[in-house]
């Protein structure tokens, strides 16, 4: 049954423009980009471009689509409907889930392959970037339910992904900043950490701050979406 959801999911992500738009067009605009902008990059400035273009892929692929995704089968009836059949709760939302994270994995592991084609480094740790990818993609996805679990239909959720996004690049550009203060607090702001796990890894360090903040925040969204989370459309 699960399986059977899934696929369903995923035939269901091609068909919308939206999910598709960020599902294909945005990690094909990525991979161009990196062909034709960043040939000429110096290694020592591919990792932090890595780790910022993964916060890119997280929120533009996993976090919008799921936002999207389940706040449109919940207002459509469908997770009510799933309840009464022989899945559980937690076979619902892997069965919706689980396309999403799938699509967001291979998105990354494209792009990170695209990147070393056209000149980037090899990871020097890459169990800290496999650590990034693990961490981030369900972070990501949690982020997107605990959003759509405040939003009352697919049109408001253009406002209440905002402040997601514009805490997760802001937390990207304050990584960057040469105040080791600023960088310390950009680490620790909900997706950002994945971000810096990315960077970090590829450049050879281990963040704890951005791994801690990033375990951190998995277990309070976690919290939050199983607490606020609605199955039935709000009012």
Same mark, same amino acid.
């Given at each position: ?7 369903? !999911? ?5 068909? $919308? $423009?939206?999910?598709? #738009? ?7 605009? %990525?991979?161009?980009?990196?062909? %034709? ?7 020592? !400035? ?13 929120? %533009?692929?996993? *976090?919008?689509?799921?936002t999207t995704v389940f706040t449109a089968r919940r207002q459509s009836l469908v &997770?009510k409907r799933l309840r009464t059949s022989e899945l559980s709760d937690n076979g ?11 699509? /967001? ?12 084609a056209v000149g980037a480094p090899v990871p020097s740790q890459v169990a800290v970037?496999?650590? /990034? &990818? ?9 982020? /997107? ?22 805490? #997760?690049?802001?937390?990207? =550009? ?13 680490? #620790?702001?909900? %997706? ?23 375990? /951190? ?5 976690? *919290?939050? #979406?199983?607490? =606020?989370? $609605?199955? !039935?459309?709000?009012?």
């Amino acid at each position: 049954m699960v399986v059977h959801l899934a696929l369903t !999911e995923l035939r269901l992500l091609f068909r $919308k $423009k939206l999910t598709l #738009a960020s599902v294909l067009l945005v990690p094909a605009v %990525l991979c161009v980009t990196a062909w %034709l902008q960043l040939r000429d990059l110096p290694a020592s !400035e591919w990792p932090v471009q890595l780790g910022f273009t993964y916060v890119m892929l997280l929120t %533009l692929s996993v *976090f919008l689509v799921a936002t999207t995704v389940f706040t449109a089968r919940r207002q459509s009836l469908v &997770l009510k409907r799933l309840r009464t059949s022989e899945l559980s709760d937690n076979g619902v939302f892997a069965g919706i889930a689980g396309p999403i994270l799938v699509v /967001g994995l291979a998105q990354s592991v494209i792009y990170f392959g695209v990147s070393m084609a056209v000149g980037a480094p090899v990871p020097s740790q890459v169990a800290v970037v496999l650590v /990034g &990818l693990v961490l981030g993609l369900p972070s990501a996805l949690l982020a /997107g339910i605990v959003t759509a679990a405040f939003s009352r239909s697919v049109e408001v959720t253009q406002v209440t992904a905002i402040p997601v996004l514009l805490v #997760a690049m802001a937390g990207m =550009f304050m990584l960057r900043s040469p105040d080791d203060m600023v960088a310390t607090i950009g680490s #620790a702001l909900p %997706l950002a950490g994945p971000g810096e796990l990315i960077a970090e890894g590829w450049a050879g360090s281990v963040p704890i701050v951005s791994l801690v903040a990033t375990i /951190g925040w998995l277990l309070v969204m976690g *919290f939050v #979406a199983h607490r =606020f989370f $609605k199955w !039935e459309p709000r009012q």
